[in-house]
Structures are given as structure tokens and as C-alpha cells.
């Protein structure tokens, strides 16, 4: 298993330019999830998904658009980089049910770092 | 009441030492307490949960206490190592949502 994957593992935009950050995993997982990680400010939610052809908003969604037309990938499109989305994304995946009290871990990609001058 | 909360942001401890890290939460319907750790360069990955119907859980070196009357839970990394040096993120969920509620995170830096 490759677990997930990301990619680019570097980008750098102009601002108003857009972009696709791909993700994909190979558990079979129904939830996936994009977060942003800033100094200090842990781990942000943008969007996620329980499951092909689903999703919702998290804590940031703007600016940001997201779809699920398979298990496998959740690409996350910026669609005019700002220099507030300079950031390093991290894609994660979990099954999304708990089963007998026990919760599902959250497994995470080795991330994007996103620079917007 | 949605918030954990997470201190120190960062901690500074000699190899051998006890390194503690501690979190604090509102919301009594979170019951589910997962610690992630990340090493630079790398996504977070889990390293130790606790469920509210126990008081500790341990896993070698690495300990959850949880104060369900306080609210509070807390990471105890024993005999600290250089290797331990990372960034920790506390984090709650509920039962009905799966999704994680995050702490800003703690820099640990193990000095040898």
C-alpha cells in the first residue's frame, strides 16, 4: 500500500493564478479530508468527504473548491491564489464509521508546501 | 466550545527527562482523545488515544492521563530521547462525528 499520496510536494504561484493539489489514497477509505497547517495554529479543516460524489465545508473553506468522483482521489483546486494561502496542505483519509467504541485513524499524506508571492 | 486547547507552544527538554504536554477541552460530548506526532517535513501520524472511560493509557514510553471532571488530558513522554523531537497535536472527536478537533500543537525539543 502507498497510503496517501500527494502531490507536488513544492509549488510556487503568482497571485490570481490557479491550481490543482492531488491527493490519493489506496485503503479504500470513505473519509477524506484536506487540512492547512500554519505556525501556531495547528491543523485547519477546509473540506472533506465521506464519500464519492460527497462533500462539505470545513473551518476555511473560501477560496478553495473540492470534489469526490471516486474513493480513491480528493483534489483540492485553488482557484485565485492570495498570498494568505501560502501554507503546507495535508490531505488525510480514515474509514468513517466507528465501529465497537473504536475510532478510526486518521492517516495523512507527506504534504504540499504552497508559496503565493 | 468547539476549541482544544494546547500548552506549552513549545518545551524544551534534557534527554532523559519527563516531557509533559497538556490539553483542555469544553465540549463534554467529545470521547474520543487521539495525540498525533509529526516530524518535520512529514504529515502528522498517530501516536497514542484515549477513550473517557479510562483515567490512563500507556504505550511504552508514552502515557495519557485524562481528567474527565476537569476536562483536561495530557501527553507524558518518560525517559525523553533526541528521536522524540517533533511537533505533538492533541485532538477530540465525538462518537457521532468523526471529525477531529485540533490543538495548535507543542514543539518538543529534546536536548541530548
Known amino acids: 500500500n502507498a497510503g496517501v499520496t500527494q502531490t507536488p510536494k513544492f509549488q510556487v504561484l503568482k497571485t490570481g493564478q490557479s491550481m490543482t493539489l492531488q491527493c490519493a489514497q489506496d485503503?479504500?477509505?470513505?473519509?477524506m479530508s484536506w487540512y492547512r497547517q500554519d505556525p501556531g495554529m495547528g491543523l485547519r479543516l477546509i473540506h472533506y468527504?465521506?464519500?464519492?460524489?460527497?462533500?462539505d465545508q470545513g473551518e476555511v473553506p473560501n477560496g478553495y473548491n473540492v470534489s469526490r468522483s471516486t474513493t480513491e482521489d480528493f483534489p483540492l483546486r485553488l482557484l485565485s491564489a492570495a498570498p494568505s494561502q501560502t501554507s503546507v496542505y495535508f490531505c488525510?483519509?480514515?474509514?468513517?464509521?466507528?465501529?465497537?467504541?473504536?475510532?478510526?485513524?486518521?492517516?495523512f499524506g507527506p504534504g504540499t508546501r504552497l508559496t503565493v508571492t | 466550545q468547539q476549541q482544544v486547547k494546547q500548552s506549552p507552544q513549545s518545551l524544551i527538554v534534557q534527554k532523559g527527562g519527563i516531557s509533559i504536554i497538556n490539553c483542555a477541552y469544553e465540549?463534554?460530548?467529545?470521547?474520543?482523545f487521539p495525540w498525533y506526532q509529526q516530524f518535520p517535513g512529514k504529515g502528522p501520524a498517530l501516536l497514542i488515544a484515549i477513550r473517557p472511560d479510562v483515567s490512563e493509557k500507556k504505550e511504552g514510553r508514552f502515557t495519557i492521563s485524562f481528567n474527565k471532571s476537569a476536562k483536561q488530558f495530557s501527553l507524558h513522554i518518560m525517559d525523553s530521547q533526541p528521536g522524540d523531537s517533533a511537533t505533538y497535536f492533541c485532538a477530540a472527536s465525538m462518537d457521532s462525528n468523526y471529525q477531529l478537533i485540533w490543538g495548535a500543537g507543542t514543539k518538543l525539543i529534546i536536548k541530548p
Open positions: 465540549n463534554t460530548a467529545f470521547d474520543y
Open positions: 488525510a483519509s480514515s474509514y468513517s464509521r466507528w465501529t465497537s467504541g473504536v475510532a478510526y485513524e486518521q492517516y
Open positions: 468527504s465521506v464519500g464519492a460524489g460527497i462533500t
Open positions: 485503503m479504500n477509505h470513505e473519509y
